[in-house]
């Protein structure tokens, strides 16, 4: 059944490698704008599931719509989405500039506009200066930063983001999710985050569904789920 409100429609969606059910029957709603999170222990299916929503794994059951549009037979690099990864992705031999710049030189960007967007994109993540550095001369976190300004530079529907701070050290990560969430307001699209973190996802969602053995155990806000989890499991990993 079609969900008036949901942006990302996720109906009744499975996923087996052989005997093995990644991903149970899920249905999701996903709101235009929302800063929403997956959030479930090591092998729950959080990561299947986003990787359904970006076309790098086909459901073996259900429907996942984007904007209206059925997206199961649409391949990764038709969706409107992008996605960041843990590992940050950004090519070694490339300066900072050239990394953000790389998808926007493929499809011919004029000089003057690409320029510009790099730009601010640099700005966007408080980069403006090292445009000419190459990424073996950044830290971790100035890594990802460059990671998410390439994903974020033309303007995808949805912003797709593997535990992406997962490789920081916490005083860094605690400092890049309020950077993640300030980018996140100030551009309006919408994030699907997944973490095993609760404290991360507590801290910086809008709503979060809590996941388990493939399947969604509850959607709610940060608040709702501290204060009514329900049930004992989504409680106790809650904590």
Same mark, same amino acid.
């Given at each position: 059944?079609?969900?008036?409100d949901?942006?990302?429609?996720?109906?009744?969606?499975?996923?087996?490698?052989?005997?093995?059910?990644a991903?149970?029957?899920?249905?999701?709603?996903?709101?235009?704008?929302?800063?929403?999170?997956?959030?479930?222990?090591?092998?729950?299916?959080k990561t299947?599931? =986003?990787r359904?929503?970006?076309?790098?794994? +086909?459901?073996? *059951?259900?429907?996942?719509?984007? #904007?209206?549009?059925?997206? &199961?037979d649409?391949?990764?690099?038709?969706?409107?989405?992008?996605?960041?990864?843990?590992?940050?992705?950004?090519?070694?031999?490339?300066?900072?500039?050239?990394?953000?710049?790389?998808g926007?030189?493929?499809?011919?960007?004029?000089?003057?506009d690409?320029?510009?967007?790099?730009d601010?994109?640099?700005?966007?993540?408080?980069?403006?200066?090292?445009?000419?550095r190459?990424?073996?001369?950044?830290?971790?976190?100035?890594r990802?930063?460059?990671?998410?300004?390439r994903a974020?530079?033309?303007?995808?529907k949805?912003?797709?983001?593997?535990?992406?701070?997962?490789? =920081?050290?916490?005083?860094?990560?605690?400092? +890049?999710?309020? *950077?993640?969430?300030?980018?996140? #307001?100030?551009?309006?699209? &919408?994030?699907?985050?997944?973490?095993?973190?609760?404290?991360?996802?507590?801290?910086?969602?809008?709503?979060?569904?809590?996941?388990?053995?493939?399947?969604?155990?509850?959607?709610?806000?940060?608040r709702?789920?501290y204060?009514?989890?329900?049930?004992?499991?989504?409680?106790s990993?809650?904590?």
């Amino acid at each position: 059944m079609a969900n008036s409100d949901a942006f990302i429609d996720i109906r009744a969606v499975s996923k087996r490698f052989g005997s093995v059910t990644a991903v149970d029957g899920v249905d999701l709603a996903i709101r235009q704008g929302e800063f929403f999170s997956l959030l479930g222990a090591s092998g729950c299916g959080k990561t299947t599931l =986003l990787r359904m929503i970006a076309g790098f794994e +086909m459901p073996t *059951e259900g429907d996942i719509l984007i #904007d209206g549009q059925v997206m &199961t037979d649409v391949p990764a690099n038709r969706r409107p989405t992008n996605m960041v990864f843990q590992n940050y992705a950004i090519f070694p031999h490339l300066t900072v500039r050239d990394n953000i710049a790389y998808g926007l030189r493929k499809d011919g960007l004029p000089r003057a506009d690409l320029d510009r967007k790099v730009d601010a994109a640099l700005e966007m993540i408080k980069l403006s200066g090292y445009g000419a550095r190459r990424s073996t001369e950044l830290s971790g976190g100035q890594r990802q930063r460059v990671a998410l300004a390439r994903a974020l530079i033309k303007r995808p529907k949805v912003l797709l983001l593997d535990e992406p701070l997962g490789a =920081l050290d916490k005083k860094l990560r605690e400092t +890049m999710q309020l *950077e993640l969430r300030q980018i996140q #307001d100030e551009i309006g699209i &919408t994030f699907v985050f997944v973490t095993h973190d609760q404290e991360e996802a507590l801290t910086m969602s809008c709503r979060v569904a809590v996941m388990a053995q493939g399947r969604v155990m509850q959607v709610a806000t940060p608040r709702e789920l501290y204060e009514t989890p329900n049930s004992r499991a989504v409680a106790s990993f809650i904590g």
